[in-house]
C-alpha cells in the first residue's frame, strides 16, 4: 500500500513553507508584492504539487523527484532575490523562510539519491 504525501515530512515541511510565504507576502512592498511575491506564491505551489506527484512510485517517479528537486533551487534563488530587493519586512520572515527552504531542499535531495534509477546525482 502506497503512503499518502500527507505522511511525508517533506509534505508537511513543503506546506509549512507555502504558509510562511504567503503570510510574509502580505507585508511585501507593493511592487514586489506583485511581482516577485506571486512568483515565490506559485514556486512554493509547484513545490507542493511536485511532492504529491512524486510520491505514487511509477515509471516518471525519477523525473518527477527530479523536477522537485530543480523547483526547490529555483525557489531558493528566487528567495535570495527578495532578501537583496529588501522585499521580506524583516530579517525574521528572511530567516523563517530559509531555513524551511533548506529543510525541503535536503528533503527532496535525499529523496533524489534514493530513487532507483537516477544515474548521476548532480
Known amino acids: 500500500m502506497v503512503r499518502q504525501p500527507q505522511h511525508f515530512p517533506l509534505w508537511r515541511d513543503a506546506n509549512r513553507l507555502l504558509l510562511a510565504i504567503e503570510q510574509a507576502m502580505r507585508d511585501f512592498p507593493r511592487y514586489h508584492k506583485y511581482t516577485l511575491g506571486t512568483d515565490l506564491r506559485r514556486q512554493a505551489m509547484a513545490i507542493c504539487q511536485l511532492v504529491r506527484r512524486a510520491a505514487p512510485r511509477g515509471d516518471d517517479q525519477v523525473a518527477r523527484v527530479t523536477q522537485l528537486v530543480e523547483a526547490v533551487d529555483d525557489l531558493?534563488?528566487?528567495?535570495?532575490?527578495g532578501k537583496e530587493l529588501q522585499a521580506f519586512q524583516s530579517f525574521k520572515h528572511f530567516q523563517a523562510i530559509s531555513e524551511l527552504v533548506v529543510a525541503v531542499g535536503k528533503q527532496s535531495g535525499g529523496w533524489r539519491t534514493l530513487v532507483p534509477g537516477l544515474a548521476c546525482p548532480v
Not at 531558493?76 to 532575490?81: D, N, P, V, Y
Request: charged share 15%; proline share 0%.
Open 76 to 81: 531558493k534563488l528566487q528567495i535570495q532575490l
